[in-house]
């Protein structure tokens, strides 16, 4: 097992965020009489809910233990994400939302919003349509929808969403994806700082605490980087992608067997932070709809942005250096299945040796995944 940097203060809270669903930051937040906006998705911009003075907590079913009440409204071939999402929901575990947004990014999602707008009592439900597609015409499509979400929050909460706070939100989240890269950046040495299950938790704590404690603590986690000691020893580098991933322990487990996960292409990694939202653009909702749809790394969502997705992947291998790559993708997921399928047949061609896995939300035994990684790194001649 990789040794812990026990001594990082900012690596500790950035634990407990990930760890548990509601952390000391959201309580504090909540005794100031902040309000909470949840949503389901990377794809959302979380700028326009902090330039609406409301705290953005992307939904995770962190410390669910089953689906006992979910079951009843989800088939056991619908994603685990959304059934334990919905059964900690139906549970009570979301009732301190103040308000939820979510997109129609995949079917099984979509269910999930139909069951909460009938089953829950959350006050303000809001569903926004993604396109499939990122050219001008989605582009103009998409800030329609964000027009929409602007005015029923504003409508809502009483609140204004002028362009001057829509850019100084801007500007606040980019700084977190810079800093976020600087500490990426530190993962390409020999001996990489920090582990890849430290790096899932830093990112995942990103939507679940306040920008400018979150700015705060990287900006600390960047200065410990820099006198911290490297991991050394470790058999193989290596990079993960594929569908939502928000538990660090999995990336332990992985680690345990001897690899080092030194870059990553997840919607709680490193496609949130590799390039900023554009800080001049006249109008800053056409600038977040260009950027959501259009600008940062994709998801097969997008049906046509499979050769810059690849290329993006193949971009990290070189520049991080990976030994090998694996893929990850919860069981009945068809928007990773597909590319999974792809992936498998081109990196043959392109000599990236792939490893592809497939898991629950809630993780079961670890044996198996650990005999795939072990046999995985065997392979890679480590
Ligand atoms: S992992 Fe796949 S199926 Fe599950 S919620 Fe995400 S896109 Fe949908």
Redesign the pocket.
């Known amino acids: 097992m990789l040794p812990k940097h026990e001594g990082s203060r900012a690596l500790k809270q950035f634990s407990i965020a990930t760890s548990t669903l509601v952390n000391p930051e959201m309580n504090r937040w909540r005794e100031q009489g902040g309000r909470f906006m949840g949503y389901f998705c990377s794809a959302m911009p979380v700028e326009m809910i902090t330039a609406a003075g409301l705290f953005p907590f992307r939904v995770r079913a962190t410390g669910s233990t089953g689906t006992e009440l979910s079951d009843s409204y989800f088939s056991s071939i619908n994603?685990s994400?959304?059934r334990h999402a919905f059964n900690m929901a139906l549970n009570g575990d979301f009732d301190f939302l103040d308000g939820l947004v979510v997109f129609n990014?995949?079917d099984?999602?979509r269910r999930a919003y139909d069951h909460w707008v009938h089953q829950l009592k959350t006050p303000f439900v809001q569903i926004l349509s993604l396109p499939k597609k990122t050219e001008a015409p989605q582009i103009e499509w998409f800030t329609d929808e964000l027009r929409i979400f602007k005015e029923r929050m504003q409508d809502f909460y009483r609140v204004e969403i002028t362009d001057e706070k829509l850019q100084e939100a801007i500007t606040q989240h980019n700084r977190s994806r810079r800093l976020l890269r600087d500490l990426y950046a530190t993962r390409k040495a020999d001996n990489p700082p920090i582990t890849g299950a430290e790096m899932l938790a830093v990112t995942v704590a990103g939507s679940a605490m306040p920008q400018d404690v979150y700015a705060r603590l990287l900006d600390e986690l960047v200065d410990e980087t820099k006198g911290m000691e490297g991991h050394a020893g470790y058999r193989a580098r290596l990079m993960l992608t594929g569908?939502?991933l928000d538990n660090p322990e999995y990336l332990e487990t992985i680690e345990g067997q001897g690899g080092l996960i030194v870059a990553d292409a997840l919607c709680y990694g490193s496609r949130t932070l590799w390039k900023d939202v554009d800080e001049n653009a006249a109008d800053p909702l056409v600038a977040l709809a260009q950027y959501y749809i259009a600008d940062r790394p994709s998801c097969p969502r997008m049906y046509t942005e499979y050769p810059k997705r690849t290329n993006y992947i193949r971009e990290m291998v070189r520049e991080f250096r990976v030994d090998g790559v694996i893929f990850q993708?919860?069981s009945?997921?068809?928007?990773?299945g597909l590319e999974q399928y792809s992936m498998t047949n081109d990196f043959k061609e392109w000599n990236i040796p792939l490893l592809c896995l497939e898991r629950e939300y809630v993780p079961g035994g670890t044996g198996q995944l650990k005999t795939r990684i072990q046999a995985f790194l065997e392979a890679l001649g480590r």
């Open positions: 994603c994400f959304p990014s995949c099984h999602v569908g939502l993708r919860l009945f997921c068809e928007t990773w």
